[in-house]
């Protein structure tokens, strides 16, 4: 099914609302709205289990990403002049994965794989 996923450095949070992807990703919920009544969406979070300079831990900085990201699909449904309540989320996972950092790592790029947020929709 149509999945809309984006990356992160780690503690950051640049959600690409105004980039084409996102965009184009929202167009695509439409006609489910238009045909069901609404579009079930399961939102992914996931941070890797680097420490986090920004938060006590990875499940929160995986929240909070989690949360911004939500707000931002619905100020997008909202934008295209439909009711944001169309929208509903099904599944909410919260993750932290990946491997565990070692000591002598000296490139943490790896771990980038493990900090992304992934929108699924289910009905289409």
């Given at each position: 099914?149509?999945?809309f996923?984006?990356?992160?450095?780690?503690?950051?949070?640049?959600?690409p609302v105004?980039g084409?992807?996102?965009?184009?990703?929202?167009?695509?919920?439409?006609p489910?709205?238009?045909?069901?009544?609404?579009?079930?969406v399961?939102?992914e979070s996931?941070s890797?289990?680097?420490?986090?300079?920004?938060?006590?831990?990875?499940?929160v900085l995986s929240?909070?990403r989690l949360?911004?990201?939500?707000s931002?699909?619905l100020?997008?449904?909202?934008q295209?002049?439909?009711?944001?309540?169309?929208i509903i989320f099904?599944?909410e996972?919260?993750?932290v994965q990946?491997p565990?950092?070692k000591?002598?790592?000296?490139?943490?790029?790896?771990f980038?794989?493990?900090?992304y947020?992934?929108?699924?929709?289910k009905?289409?």
């Amino acid at each position: 099914p149509l999945t809309f996923m984006f990356n992160f450095k780690k503690d950051e949070f640049n959600f690409p609302v105004s980039g084409v992807l996102f965009q184009n990703f929202i167009d695509k919920l439409i006609p489910s709205i238009k045909k069901f009544g609404f579009v079930e969406v399961i939102l992914e979070s996931s941070s890797s289990k680097i420490p986090s300079n920004n938060y006590t831990r990875n499940e929160v900085l995986s929240f909070d990403r989690l949360q911004k990201t939500k707000s931002e699909i619905l100020k997008a449904m909202a934008q295209k002049g439909f009711n944001p309540l169309r929208i509903i989320f099904t599944e909410e996972r919260i993750l932290v994965q990946g491997p565990e950092i070692k000591v002598n790592t000296n490139s943490i790029d790896q771990f980038n794989d493990y900090d992304y947020i992934k929108v699924i929709p289910k009905t289409l």
